[in-house]
């Protein structure tokens, strides 16, 4: 497992970050494999933290980098996951699922090719005399009835439409087999894997491609099948009708082989289709060699070539969903971590505040322990806060909204204001729409950093973690940044 460690510092420098990384995922797929580990370890600590060693990691924590920045905080992370899978020895552990999966798309494509060379030797049979349509019914018809299925589920964000059979086999087949262990370190990385790179954006597009893959394994080994029954058998191709009309087969044909002509494949004339009608006699060998180059520029045409356009379209847009694939940073354990691993440090004070009060000037730096700070200069509102509500060392609240009149009064605040926004909130309560939607408006009025500061009765007793997830949801739905949500 490889990790940055060539790379220039990038603390604060996201746009340098995803400059020179996003480069580097586009064609190794090193980034995303580091966000799937950080996953399974995310699992493996919450469900068995206990079984670990942290002796790697205890220095890092014990000093902080300074200021947040997504770059530098994934940095942190994957030097803290590189200590953790060295010293539990976790390679292989983490590496397994992965394994797991391609071993079980492998046996599926074998599959395909099996499937694919007996549906084209029942489809000629023992007969010397072979139904040109048929066959392509049976070769090209299921293949064309999934790619109908395959665009609605990508169209309609259906996965089980988009996936396929095959595909959903090869996810579901390992992790049922995972499932019925215990939860053990391997069983927990195995379902990490699985929920990261086969569930959501990433896995439409990596069990699509291999849909795709299936198909196209199933139509080459058809072709190549068929093209040893040729070349070993003589076979007289027909075609007949009883309830369409009798042009309808030969300008199906014709237009068939449009597309066919422009690449270089030969087709049929009309005299050649005509001649081919059951019944209509014997045929020579040009006829039928004009068949068989008729019969392959179909399979190709028509079946090998999608596939292998849909195969590519595919596995672009995997390397784009990885590519775009973030960490959770709202999950507790993220913002654990980010507590630990990032501090930063502000002169807080507060402008813009009632004249009528005397404010301190200016307020010192407030914290509540490692990354808990506010930023240099905010306007100070308060939501449905009691008189209860304790409030920071030298932080006064300048409006607390809790009607129609005191709200009007803060967004007036708020438009004069051209500083950061400092909301404080009730922790001990759990956030309704009502909340969320004053939240909303509040920030739609402010040019600058919003921060959410949650707030309790009694500063002994801790936010639960439910209360504090629920939160830090609210705040990723106002998309206020997590390092900006305090406790």
Known sequence: ???????????GRSDFYFSCFGIKMAFKNHDFNDLVRLEQLRHIETGQAKTLSYAGVANMESYPVSGFSYAAFLERLLDRAHHLIHDNHLDDVLQQPEKLFIRAGRIILVLAAVLGGLAAINATGDAATLNIYWLLVVLLGFNFFSMVL??????LNVQGLSSGIAAQLARWLPFRIRKKEKDSISTLAARAWWETCLFGSVGKWRTSMLTHQFWLVYLLAGSGALVLLMLARQYDFVWGTTLL???????????????????GLTAPDSQQI?????GAGVQDAIIRNAWAEFLM????????????????FAFLMLKLSEYRYKLDLYLPYYVTLRQNLITNEFVASVIDHDPGIVQEHPIPVIEQGRNQSFPEAALTIGIELDNHIIWPKGMICQENVADQETLMRTVEMIRKSRHAL?????????PDRGVQRIIKKLIALTSGQIWLVLLQNNAAIPITESRKQAWFRLAQACAIPAEHVIS
């Open 274 to 278: 005509a001649a081919s009608r059951i």
């Open 422 to 430: 400092l909301i404080g909130v009730a922790a001990h309560r759990l």
């Open 1 to 11: 497992m490889e990790f940055f460690d060539n790379c220039p510092d990038v603390s």
């Open 297 to 312: 520029g179909a399979l190709i045409v028509y079946g090998i070539l999608p596939r292998l356009i849909l195969t590519l």
């Open 245 to 263: 009309p009798e042009n309808s087969l030969p300008e199906l044909t014709q237009f068939l082989a449009t597309p066919m002509q422009l690449i």
């Open 150 to 155: 395959w665009g609605i589920g990508i169209t």
